[in-house]
């Protein structure tokens, strides 16, 4: 723990660094495959027909399906955000209670 704490990283942080390298490992792959496979493809979809290499087609699914990922992943982060508020409001809210019980604890004591 006083490592972490000298360090500068707590324990929250590592998860984060963690799928931070994980995704540039992700995306350093995906470049050299792209490079490496740079021959032009054709495309046929019902009548729609597109022409483009190897690596815009592997870069723009990539990007498409990291969108996708992201737009189902919005309500759940939402929602944690949510109810962290109201967590910290009911925190509040009783942390307030305790210091009036303490100070009618306190007050009653100096009377007797």
Do not use: C
């Not at 350093?28 to 087609?57: C, D, H, R, Y």
């Amino acid at each position: 723990m006083a490592i972490r704490m000298a360090s500068g990283l707590s324990s929250r942080g590592l998860p984060m660094y963690f799928s931070l390298t994980v995704a540039f490992l992700f995306l350093l792959g995906l470049v050299i495959i792209s490079l490496q496979n740079s021959m032009p493809l054709e495309l046929k979809f019902i009548t729609w027909e597109l022409q483009m290499s190897l690596t815009a087609l592997i870069l723009y699914s990539s990007l498409i399906g990291g969108a996708i990922v992201a737009v189902l992943a919005l309500p759940k982060l939402v929602r944690k955000s949510l109810d962290v508020r109201s967590l910290r409001r009911e925190i509040s809210n009783r942390n307030k209670r305790i210091g009036e019980l303490e100070k009618e604890h306190l007050s009653g004591s100096q009377i007797k």
